[in-house]
């Protein structure tokens, strides 16, 4: 699974600034605070002197005197213009790269996975773009445990470990893409994503991935498959597993939250 806030500092920096430090992960969290202060022209003295109430409002135990590595840390990591807040609020696929995939001989859910390698790619590459100011390379490979074990997690494959199934793990299926001239496995494990060179492209917006741990249903939502249909609150797509069910977990967590308040309101009014 991917962090919530990969691909998106400015959502991470939104909840920081309205909910206090959100994780145990202090360096990072001033590093993106410093990084918008600089960006909205604050001067170094000015920068730590933010960062420093900061801390002083919102981190238990702060200590000027212990906490000062890590404040000036963060100014330096600010101050520096090589570093860049990554805003990449969604991902389009075009009508056209649908076309292709659905043309592959494979499996609906196997298709699912060369979709979500699709935009697990156009990610990276709009990463770099922002990152580095350009892309350097026009190759397209994918390798390495942690990515293939995200790509399983937001794809939403699922694998059959019965002695009949051909395809019993990623890496079998990985197999069975390079048998089909989809990838082409290298030597050092990482493969060569051979269709992004082939796949066509144009500026349609036919599927549109706002959620990049659910990438595998929004291919499911597109084609109305595997009981997958919109939140219709965020319009995410879930996974139901009744026809009742109408909201993603996040949404129906808020939605009880504000029946709770609106009893105990109430309540509190009869007494």
Sequence with gaps: MLNKY??????????????GFTSKFINT??????????????DE????????????????????????KVINNAVSYGLNDKNKIIQINNISISQPELDYIDNLDLE???????????????LFKNYLKIKDGEVKSDDYYFGGFKNYRDLVSVAK????????????????????????????ISNNGNIKLLFMYEIPMDDSEEVIVNDYNLIGYYYDLYHRENRVKECEE?????????????????????????????YNTKRKNHQ
Excluded at 48 to 55: A, E, H, V
Excluded at 108 to 120: A, D, E, G, I, M
Excluded at 166 to 184: A, C, P, S, T
């Design 157 to 184: 494959i699922t694998f059959d470990k019965k002695k009949k199934s051909k395809v019993k793990n990623v890496h079998d299926l990985i197999r069975l893409f390079h048998e089909k001239g989809i990838v082409q």
């Design 108 to 122: 609906h859910n196997y298709k699912r996975v060369v979709f979500t390698l699709l935009v697990l790619q156009r």
């Design 6 to 19: 990969q691909y998106k500092d400015r959502d991470y920096i939104n909840d920081i600034i309205e909910k």
């Design 234 to 262: 965020c319009g995410v797509p879930i996974k139901t597993n009744s026809n009742k069910q109408i909201y993603c977990g996040d949404c129906s967590k808020e939605k009880d939250l504000k029946k709770y308040r609106k």
């Design 29 to 42: 969290e001033l590093k993106l605070l410093a990084k918008y202060y600089q960006e909205r022209g604050n």
């Design 45 to 68: 003295t000015i920068m730590k002197d933010k960062l420093q109430s900061f801390c002083e409002k919102n981190l238990k135990g702060y200590n000027p005197a212990v906490h000062y």
